[in-house]
């Protein structure tokens, strides 16, 4: 089991920014691809970015590339989703998944076997 937890989501500004954490517990945190994950109200979840086991490998939606950075500190169990230029389409909840590592990052929310209970970001105009 591994468990997920999302923080520092809030209401932020148009063209603000905000610093998503996930805090992991469990299991070895190195042994797990993490992905971001957005969901609006009345929209289907969609993907927002993801890394690999190591850091070296991300991947992002076409909506939020060069704007938002997806990085991990493997010593501190945590993922970090870094979001600049925000804009209303933004809001949403946002939500951490674990994924086992031989993934290597994934836009698919199947393969992502652990979820956290995710952290509202809420963009004003």
């Known amino acids: 089991q591994v468990q997920l937890v999302e923080s520092g989501g809030g209401l932020v500004q148009a063209g603000g920014s905000l610093r998503l954490s996930c805090a992991a517990s469990g299991r070895t945190f190195s042994n797990y691809a993490m992905g971001w994950f957005r969901q609006a109200p009345g929209k289907e979840r969609e993907f927002v970015a993801a890394?690999?086991?190591?850091?070296?490998?991300?991947l992002y939606a076409d909506s939020v590339k060069g704007r938002f950075t997806i990085s991990r500190d493997n010593a501190k169990n945590t993922v970090y989703l870094q979001m600049n230029s925000l804009n209303p389409a933004d809001t949403a909840v946002y939500h951490c998944?674990?994924?086992?590592?031989?993934?290597?990052?994934?836009?698919?929310?199947?393969?992502?076997?652990?979820w956290g209970q995710g952290t509202q970001v809420t963009v004003s105009s």
């Open positions: 998944a674990a994924a086992p590592r031989y993934y290597s990052g994934s836009s698919l929310s199947a393969v992502y076997d652990y």
């Open positions: 890394i690999n086991g190591s850091g070296g490998r991300t």
